[in-house]
């Protein structure tokens, strides 16, 4: 989710949910280490629970990675083992580490021994063309032996050739039975299942096997969907927002954003352009707030301009 789950999308699905586990794009431990360090850490309180989401396979990299999200106040350190993109490739981590697991062993075991939250691992159930249930089940044992105890499994595998990422995302089956069997021999670990899940149904059908369910694209085009989570998964009836409380509730976002920081709204806003799908007028709602010769107006504006287009 590079350059999509940003800070601001953060805060405002955290507006629909109160409860899910948010995860941030993933940083590299090159980006924490050599560059600027607020910029890619800086998240807003509200946003809790927020997961760290770290790129690299260097153990004291890591580690060191690792001890500045801790020290910025994430909940959880997660290793992208997952990511099949040529670029993450040549930096030799993503989908790629799962051929090493002892490696990733390592690295875990680094960053346990460098902080006190939870350090879990997202990956792929194999690589290529190996397709065999033995070589994911492999890989989870031996990082599992370095204390990681959740895995998060997007149930597809990575082909580090010939494919896209957007076509990794589709081609490659998915095989949710794997998630399943790695529940069933690691009855211990929290498993995690991701890959294909767009509906609640689907989400409770997972639950039925695995500890959890990740979701990453539907979340973001189809936000609303978020909106019975906590209430259906962790039985937290409070009274669900309108989507108009929501606008209102980014609007007073971006206005501070734009006096605190300078921040354009345009730059936040392309986050929420999912919150009405599917609703009427939403079209029309959408290209209002995609419209930057608006860009000088205040978002409150704005947001009037486009709510209009809904009546």
Known sequence: MLDWTDRHCRFFHRLITRHTLLYTEMVTTGALLHGDVPRHLRFNVQEHPVALQLGGSEPADLAQAARLGEQWGYDEINLNCGCPSERVQRGAFGACLMAEPQLVADGVKAMRDAVSIPVTVKHRIGIDKVESYDFVR?????????????????????????????????????????????????????????????????????????????????????????????????????????????????????????AQNGTPWSHIARHMLGLRHGTPGARRWRQVWSDHRLKQLPANEVSALARSTLT
Not at 163 to 175: Q, V
Request: aromatic share 10%; proline share 5%.
């Open 138 to 258: 492999d890989f989870v044992g031996t990082v599992a032996e370095a204390g990681c105890v959740v895995f998060t499994v997007h149930a597809r595998n990575a082909w580090l050739k010939g494919l896209s990422p957007k076509e990794n995302r589709e081609i490659p089956p998915l095989r949710y039975e794997l998630a399943h069997r790695l529940k069933a021999d690691f009855p211990h670990l929290t498993i995690v299942v991701n890959g294909g899940i767009t509906t609640n149904a689907q989400i409770s059908h997972q639950l039925q096997h695995v500890d959890g369910v990740m979701v990453g694209r539907e979340a973001y085009h189809n936000p609303w969907v978020m909106v019975d989570w906590d209430a259906l998964f962790w039985g937290d009836d409070h009274a669900q927002p309108s989507r108009d409380a929501v606008e209102d509730a980014m609007v007073t976002y971006m206005m501070q954003e734009a």
